[in-house]
């Protein structure tokens, strides 16, 4: 179904598009420093079940939809940013816990983890429209059906997931030594809060 020259372009693609810095790499990070490696790797797998979504909106054809009624494009982004300010409000809140109880890293659930890392993702309409335009230009000429797009997902997928996990290590080094310091914690979430609702006005703002 597909060459070995256009697997070889689609992987180099999806590679460097992954270790450019967007809003799931700031998410990951910003989970990680401040919960931990098991809020990181939950937070990844939440954001590649939305990505996977996206890859079966983009087979079916539903992602079509935002391209053609601009008022669902602009509702969902509005969605999407407001989530993302209402999570930053939260992270500065953390902050402000923090510097009351220094010595306590907050918790969330396996579930509400997966959940926000899910709708981070989901939220996000410039993905769904990512993977319209990007996927059929890997797809043979003459290929119908959804099966080439779900295939082209899962390996986006597949070839995400080592990047992701090797931000969450990283990340997850520098949570240890947050975990010993207290005032690097409340910087840390007041930052991450910061740079949320800035991520979340900046997508509400865009036309």
Request: charged share 10%; with cysteine; net charge positive.
């Amino acid at each position: 179904m597909f060459e070995p020259q256009q697997l070889f372009f689609f992987l180099l693609a999806t590679l460097l598009l992954n270790i450019t810095p967007g809003q799931d790499t700031m998410y990951i990070i910003g989970r990680t420093l401040t919960q931990g490696k098991r809020a990181g790797i939950i937070s990844v797998l939440g954001i590649n079940a939305g990505v996977l979504c996206h890859t079966i909106f983009a087979a079916l054809g539903l992602a079509l939809l935002l391209r053609a009624q601009p008022v669902l494009y602009g509702f969902i982004k509005t969605l999407g940013a407001l989530y993302l300010i209402y999570f930053g409000i939260r992270m500065i809140a953390s902050a402000r816990q923090l510097k009351q109880h220094p010595l306590e890293l907050p918790r969330s659930s396996n579930r509400r983890l997966f959940i926000e890392g899910f709708l981070t993702n989901l939220l996000n309409p410039k993905v769904a429209l990512f993977f319209i335009t990007f996927l059929p230009q890997f797809i043979p000429a003459g290929t119908e059906g959804p099966l080439p797009f779900l295939l082209l997902g899962q390996l986006f997928i597949l070839c995400s997931l080592p990047w992701c996990l090797t931000l969450v290590y990283l990340a997850s080094s520098a949570s240890e030594f947050l975990k010993n310091s207290p005032q690097s914690q409340q910087v840390i979430h007041g930052i991450s809060g910061l740079a949320f609702i800035g991520m979340g006005t900046a997508i509400a703002l865009q036309g």
